[in-house]
């Protein structure tokens, strides 16, 4: 049973920071106007109720004067019109008149009922004090009581006008807000942004020549040119893990004595070299080559002039190869050849004789001496020899060896 595969957590959905800065701002100064706004607004209702409260009682005050000498004489409609002429210019709302066991003598109320006077009303009765009250009396007896209801709607006025204040100042908290933004973006945002982006391109894509631009505030600024500094380290060390991975493909794929493929490339080389050919539908050869007389060259002249034979041989045969073709050294004398695909038989016999050609001529030592440099070679066709690497191998180094051996016989 398989082991459960993990899945990547979802990334969340992450405000910006110019969104997290702008709401911030839009806060604080909300906060700050909205307690401003209520501060003013609570202060005035308060000093503009206690200025209604006095002139209230001034004016009940002033209505029971007016009307007691009308209750004394039972003249209601001259009561009606002295309150009338006492309330109408005041900011008076209603005027009752009642007995002291609460039966009503005379009532008065302010004419108009208009859309913007019901508003006024209703939101100044919220915050309206309570009726002022005076007591008409004949020497010691109680005759009439006077409750004058204060008219609320100059303080409805102040209470909307606060409102519409408060309503203009948020459109220019919000203008403001908005402007502020912009500049935080140009300023903050954006060069933080165009770091990440840098940042991300160099993690995702490996963009190590990508800079941070410089920005209009210091600290951002500063931020950017270390981050470039630190880029700089990043780019330094990169190249210097790709020259030392290059190095250490070199040494791995590499003959450290002739610079030609060794064996590890070649067992590599050979299986996509047959990919290759089957996908284009084309032969390829090998060829396999072992110098003749080499172990009597490194036994009398040693190990130094063996090697300058090496070289000397591994450059003739760059010489007389095709573009496309690879040359390796399997190792000590052995040598091997990849003819690119498309390679015929009288190519493949073309490309032998040159490289025959190449090596009558001697060899000259370190020591001054000189050798005879030649090859046995032994070939094999892909798909015509055999269709498995092994075997292809196995062929061709039969017949480099059937070679040796006729070399050896005299018979060539």
Same mark, same amino acid.
């Not at 493929?261 to 396999?288: H, K, S, V, W």
């Not at 055999?386 to 039969?398: G, K, V, Y």
């Given at each position: 049973m398989s082991a459960p595969v993990d899945k990547p957590l979802p990334t969340p959905c992450l405000p910006?920071?110019?969104?997290? %800065? !702008?709401? !911030?701002?839009?806060r604080l100064i909300?906060?700050?106007?909205?307690?401003?706004? =209520?501060?003013?607004?609570?202060?005035?209702v308060l000093v503009i109720r206690g200025y209604a409260d006095r002139n209230l009682a001034l004016i009940a005050q002033t209505v029971a004067y007016t009307v007691e000498p009308a209750l004394i004489f039972d003249d209601m409609e001259a009561a009606r019109s002295?309150? +009338?002429?006492? +309330?109408?210019?005041?900011?008076?709302?209603?005027? *009752?008149?009642?007995?002291?066991?609460?039966?009503? %003598? =005379? /009532?008065?109320?302010? &004419?108009?009922?208009?859309?913007m006077t019901m508003i006024e009303g209703g939101i100044a009765n919220l915050v309206a004090s309570a009726p002022?009250?005076?007591?008409?009396?004949?020497?010691?007896?109680?005759?009439?009581?006077?409750?004058?209801?204060?008219?609320?709607?100059?303080?409805?006025?102040?209470?909307?006008?606060? $409102?519409?204040?408060a309503i203009a100042c948020l459109l220019l908290t919000l203008i403001a807000t908005w402007t502020l933004a912009r500049r935080l973006q140009r300023d903050v945002t954006d060069p933080l942004s165009r770091i990440a982006d840098v940042a991300h391109e160099v993690r995702a894509n490996r963009q190590f020549d990508r800079r941070a631009p410089h920005a209009h505030i210091r600290e951002v600024d500063q931020l950017g040119r270390d981050f470039n500094a630190l880029l700089e380290e990043l780019n330094d060390w990169h190249s210097g893990v790709l020259s030392h991975n290059r190095m250490l493909e070199r040494q791995a794929t590499r003959d450290a004595l002739t610079? %030609?493929?060794?064996?590890?490339?070649?067992?590599?080389?050979? &299986?996509?070299?047959?990919? @290759? !050919?089957?996908? $284009?539908? %084309?032969?390829?050869?090998?060829?396999?080559l072992d110098v003749n007389r080499f172990k009597p060259v490194n036994d009398t002249y040693g190990h130094d002039a063996g090697d300058a034979m090496l070289i000397v041989i591994a450059a003739r045969l760059r010489a007389g190869l095709r573009s496309g073709d690879q040359a390796f050294r399997l190792g000590g004398d052995e040598f091997a050849l990849i003819l690119a695909p498309g390679v015929g038989?009288?190519?493949?016999? +073309?490309?032998?004789?040159?490289? /025959?050609?190449?090596?009558? @001529? &001697?060899?000259?030592?370190?020591?001054?001496?000189? =050798?005879?440099?030649?090859?046995?070679?032994?070939?094999?066709?892909? &798909?015509?020899? /055999?269709?498995?690497?092994?075997?292809?191998?196995?062929?061709? *180094?039969?017949?480099?060896? !059937?070679?040796?051996?006729r070399r050896a016989g005299g018979k060539e």
């Open positions: 910006t920071l110019g969104q997290v %800065l !702008a709401r !911030a701002h839009m909300l906060f700050a106007v909205l307690m401003a706004g =209520v501060t003013l607004t609570v202060t005035g002295g309150i +009338a002429a006492v +309330a109408a210019s005041e900011s008076v709302h209603r005027v *009752d008149v009642r007995t002291p066991d609460g039966r009503e %003598l =005379v /009532s008065w109320r302010r &004419p108009g009922d208009d859309i002022a009250t005076v007591d008409v009396r004949r020497g010691d007896r109680l005759i009439a009581r006077v409750s004058v209801h204060g008219g609320a709607e100059g303080l409805g006025r102040f209470i909307l006008s606060g $409102l519409a204040t610079g %030609l493929g060794n064996r590890a490339m070649f067992e590599r080389a050979l &299986p996509a070299t047959i990919a @290759q !050919a089957d996908a $284009l539908n %084309l032969p390829f050869a090998i060829l396999y038989q009288e190519e493949m016999e +073309a490309v032998q004789a040159r490289i /025959s050609d190449g090596m009558r @001529q &001697p060899i000259m030592l370190p020591g001054g001496e000189s =050798v005879d440099g030649s090859l046995s070679i032994g070939s094999a066709r892909y &798909p015509q020899d /055999s269709a498995d690497a092994r075997d292809l191998l196995r062929h061709a *180094d039969a017949a480099m060896y !059937a070679a040796k051996g």
